[in-house]
């Protein structure tokens, strides 16, 4: 029996537009650069990361919300990517519903997880982009996942929800998710010439300390460019500074791993 199991990570922010898709993305695309076999789950209903990947909307029929609701099985929904070794789940504007439809259900915040659990020993990475809320679909990633990882722009009010964002880690795993740790915040949009991003930046290690990632995500006008040509930064421009950066926080995470072993 194949006794590997994936490494889950949920990212995760309830602020909107930190850079929460970007980094899975592009993290995931890295991530099988160097021979992982990685998964993206789209559980946003915004549907950002299937764009990302350049997957029209008529080809997400069979998408998260309908494996979710027994419609189809996860491995009919899994689609590869034009990145080898990286497949994606897409998701489609049905999900917005699922929340609603959820509520009241028995294991509601176990839907992802159960999911997961056929096709776990498959892949080395899997990677779930979260809406920007703490609702149900975001509880449900973090039911599933093994860490968390916190994109956080850097500007003025980029720790505001942070604490509450603590919080909810803190009662997934006192109630649903003992196993669930926090992976690293990691700093984005981060611009040298500005003096907030400094501040901010300072102000996040001083709180948070190790848990900051050492890479730190750049503003790049590159990375801002890729989607819109259904395209990974890092195969749009693979020599761009917000490349080189995903690249290198590939290479941490891979370590950080290694160092727990
Ligand atoms: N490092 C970067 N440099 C420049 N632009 C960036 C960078 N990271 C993200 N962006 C851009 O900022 C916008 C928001 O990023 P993204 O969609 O990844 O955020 P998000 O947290 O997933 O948003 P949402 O909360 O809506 O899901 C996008 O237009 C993206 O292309
Ligand atoms: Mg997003």
């Known amino acids: 029996m194949?006794?590997?199991?994936?490494?889950?990570?949920?990212?995760?922010?309830?602020?909107?537009?930190?850079?929460?898709?970007?980094?899975?993305?592009n993290l995931a695309?890295?991530?099988?650069?160097?021979?992982?076999?990685?998964?993206?789950?789209?559980?946003?209903?915004?549907g950002n990361a299937s764009t990302g990947f350049g997957i029209k909307y008529d080809q997400r029929d069979k998408d998260l919300y309908s494996i979710i609701c027994g419609k189809n099985n996860i491995n009919v929904s899994i689609k590869k990517t034009m990145i080898p070794k990286l497949d994606i789940i897409p998701t489609s504007p049905d999900l917005s519903v699922l929340e609603q439809e959820l509520v009241g259900l028995k294991n509601r915040e176990f839907k992802i997880r159960d999911l997961i659990k056929e096709i776990n020993e498959f892949y080395d990475y899997i990677f779930i982009d979260c809406p920007?809320?703490?609702?149900?679909?975001?509880?449900?990633?973090?039911?599933?996942?093994?860490?968390?990882?916190?994109?956080?722009q850097?500007?003025?009010?980029?720790?505001?929800?942070?604490?509450?964002?603590m919080k909810t880690l803190d009662l997934i795993k006192?109630?649903?998710?003992?196993?669930?740790?926090?992976?690293?915040?990691?700093?984005?949009?981060?611009?040298?010439?500005?003096?907030?991003?400094?501040?901010?930046?300072?102000?996040?290690?001083?709180?948070?300390n190790d848990k900051v990632f050492k890479t730190i995500i750049p503003r790049n006008v590159r990375i801002s460019e890729a989607p819109s040509y259904g395209q990974p930064v890092l195969m749009y421009d693979i020599s761009c500074p917000g490349s080189q950066a995903y690249a290198s926080l590939a290479g941490e995470i891979i370590n950080q791993e290694k160092d727990l072993k």
């Open 2 to 25: 194949n006794d590997k199991v994936s490494q889950i990570i949920a990212i995760a922010n309830q602020k909107g537009g930190v850079g929460k898709t970007t980094t899975v993305i």
């Open 29 to 46: 695309t890295a991530m099988a650069a160097c021979d992982k076999k990685t998964l993206i789950i789209d559980a946003d209903p915004q």
């Open 132 to 152: 920007p809320s703490l609702g149900l679909l975001t509880l449900n990633a973090l039911c599933a996942a093994k860490s968390l990882i916190v994109p956080l």
């Open 154 to 165: 850097t500007e003025f009010y980029a720790l505001e929800g942070l604490t509450q964002l």
């Open 174 to 208: 006192n109630n649903f998710n003992n196993k669930i740790t926090l992976q690293g915040i990691l700093l984005t949009m981060y611009d040298k010439r500005n003096k907030i991003c400094e501040m901010v930046s300072n102000d996040v290690k001083n709180h948070f």
